[in-house]
């Protein structure tokens, strides 16, 4: 992280209250009360909130703290999905729906709670039947549809842990993740399907395990119908053919609290990507009480997180947070874009959307194509809208507000990681919200904005942003790369460092001002310099790579990529887009750079690092700050 950061706030007291009934009718209540609560006893706040769930065995103790190291719920046994499913089926709520999914075509398909257990156990069944085993790693790669979540929920039922990667990613990204995680099996579809466009994923797949040797079977859910993609005999299965000629019930694996319950890849600033692994029963409690009480979901709610369960706002919001709740999700493969830029609105119109939640850079692709749009549909059933995955700059917290909530539906502007498995500072439905600011941490997690050494930084002065107490759903570690995991503790002594940037007001609402480390955030996606630049340079014609973030209105960055090239080639805008090209086959259209330059020299330290932010300094005409280390 940078040494010194210098960032001095102007205070705009500009304050949003909503209507009293929100706070009146809300789970949380009184924010300061039960933030208050929460800071009295720590562990008897989570151990109220855990009760409300079912578990096999009671814990000894809520939390175990061995710094660096936590245990949640210890010696505590349970099943994810017997929450998020059974518990919903043998009460109430065995015809509520649990899922709508809708597809380009118009189609739509429903599944209650009882169907959905259904699916889960059928499907997780067939995966015993190929040989999976509690603690296998099962690697899924699919589209935004049902089976991603069934496949998903399957794994958990039997203890396998699943890595999702994002169906965005290609084929070296994906070769990367299979192979870090060793996954026994992957769960893939024939073709996603996005404007109107079928993308080949199995073709992806199959290039990225031809150097895979953990892996023995693939599963493929198979939506073309003419003709049917044929499957290699023994390696290749059906998604619904495993499900054939198998119980139609799975009883749960018993799991304790501390068994993985999944690992999800992050982009590092260097080095290859982390697994970051979640445990069971401390990602359930910290996903299920965030769920219910940031969105405030009530029994009526229909809920769309328009996230990808690719990443982590999809599996804690898509999947597990409103499952456990017992919520109706909606999801779809629409993109907000297509067939035109009314699609989302008429998605809210037509589902009745009560709580909707979507990233900034959707918000200001919205903002740009004007207001017309959302105009056109009557978006009143909205109740709460919510924002994740970079700042949400003022402009585009007025418009979201203004043009979507019809200045009525509280903003939840939230910030979290993937490493934190839930959502950590937000402002609570109820209290007054202030635009530029994502707000207060939630009752159970403490924050500060400190500098280098964790001494706090006084009001309106920027620092980093950092964690002070173990929280239920925090990582665990990083697969097989424990050192990586302490570095999160370690950078700053005792406490855990985000790696953001932030300011605290007066008023104790917090600013995120963006990544302290060499992480690209590209329309809300986690982009890490190292992955993009070694793609680069793992094409013949380049011979060293260094790649920015620049601020783009849209995306918040755009990746900018600096080539030095090998002997004997010459830049040409032919090479641009061959590199442009090369970066998309590996590590697909995500992390694709907006522009290149061809240079002669980097800057470096005299230790050989790339002095990124040198570049960027240049790149936009700031100061590049101490270049003491700068070589020549
Ligand atoms: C959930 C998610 C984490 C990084 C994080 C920060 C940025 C996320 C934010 C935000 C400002 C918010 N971030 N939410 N910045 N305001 N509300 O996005 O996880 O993909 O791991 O990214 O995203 O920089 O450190 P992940």
């Known amino acids: 992280m940078k040494e010194n950061f210098d960032v001095k706030l102007v205070e705009n007291a500009k304050y949003y209250t909503p209507d009293a009934e929100y706070k009146r009718s809300s789970w949380i209540g009184d924010y300061q009360e039960a933030y208050r609560r929460f800071l009295a006893d720590p562990d ?275 999947v597990y947070g409103p499952l456990a709740v017992g919520a109706t999700v909606f999801i779809t493969e629409i993109t907000p874009d297509y067939p035109d830029p009314g699609s989302w609105w008429k998605l809210i119109q037509e589902q009745q959307i009560s709580v909707f939640y979507t990233a900034p850079t959707a918000i200001r692709t919205f903002m740009k194509v004007g207001e017309d749009w959302p105009n056109r549909y009557n978006l009143s059933s909205l109740r709460i809208i919510g924002s994740v995955g970079e700042p949400l700059n003022p402009e585009a917290f007025e418009w979201y507000y203004r043009v979507i909530g019809k200045s009525r539906c509280p903003i939840v502007d939230t910030w979290w990681q993937t490493e934190t498995g839930m959502q950590m500072i937000t402002t609570m439905v109820g209290e007054p919200m202030r635009p530029g600011f994502v707000g207060k941490p939630i009752p159970g997690v403490e924050v500060d904005v400190t500098d280098k050494n964790g001494n706090p930084v006084p009001p309106g002065t920027g620092g980093f942003l950092v964690i002070k107490r173990p929280w239920p759903s925090m990582l665990r570690t990083v697969y097989k790369n424990d050192a990586r995991y302490r570095q999160y503790w370690e950078t700053i002594s005792g406490v855990y460092a985000a790696g953001d940037l932030a300011v605290k007001g007066s008023d104790g609402y917090i600013m995120v001002i963006g990544r302290a480390d060499d992480i690209i955030i590209v329309s809300g996606h986690n982009i890490g310099t190292a992955e993009v630049e070694s793609a680069l340079v793992s094409h013949h014609a380049v011979a060293e790579a260094a790649v920015i973030g620049k601020p783009d209105a849209i995306k918040g960055n755009a990746i900018k990529a600096f080539v030095i090239l090998r002997v004997g080639n010459t830049p040409s805008e032919k090479l641009t887009q061959d590199l442009i090209y090369h970066v998309r086959m590996t590590l697909g259209p995500v992390a694709v750079p907006h522009e290149i330059e061809f240079v002669d020299k980097l800057p470096k330290t005299r230790s050989g690092k790339i002095m990124r932010r040198v570049l960027k300094a240049k790149e936009l005409g700031m100061d590049p700050g101490d270049i003491s280390t700068l070589e020549e």
């Open 44 to 318: 008897a706040f989570w151990e109220t909130i855990a009760r409300e769930l079912e578990w096999i065995r009671p814990w000894d103790r809520v939390c175990e703290w061995t710094y660096p190291y936590a245990r949640w719920f210890v010696n505590a046994q349970l099943n994810i999905t017997a929450n998020c499913l059974d518990r919903h089926v043998a009460g109430d709520r065995r015809n509520k729906v649990a899922l709508i999914w809708r597809g380009e075509d118009g189609k739509e398909r429903v599944y209650s709670y009882q169907r959905l257990l259904g699916e889960v156990s059928r499907f997780a069944n067939g995966l015993k039947k190929l040989g999976v085993k509690k603690g296998d790693r099962v690697c899924i790669y699919m589209p935004m549809v049902p089976e991603q979540l069934i496949a998903m929920l399957a794994c958990a039922r039997i203890g396998a842990v699943h890595s999702v990667v994002f169906a965005g990613f290609g084929t070296s990204a994906l070769n990367l993740r299979i192979n870090d995680a060793e996954a026994k099996v992957v769960i893939t579809a024939d073709i996603s399907i996005r404007r109107g466009k079928a993308i080949p994923l199995i073709t992806i797949v199959q290039e990225a395990i031809v150097h895979a040797p953990s892996v023995e079977h693939v599963v493929i859910y198979r939506r073309r119908k003419e003709p049917p993609v044929e499957l290699h005999p023994g390696r290749e299965h059906d998604f619904y053919g495993i499900m054939e000629d198998v119980p139609a019930e799975c009883p749960c694996e018993t799991m304790d609290a501390e068994d993985p319950l999944f690992v999800l890849y992050t982009s590092g600033s260097t080095g290859t990507p982390k697994g970051v692994v979640h445990t069971c029963g401390g990602y359930m409690v910290g996903a299920y009480y965030s769920t219910k009480t940031v969105f405030d979901l009530k029994e009526r709610d229909i809920y769309w997180c328009t996230a990808d369960p690719g990443w982590i706002t999809g599996h804690t919001y898509i």
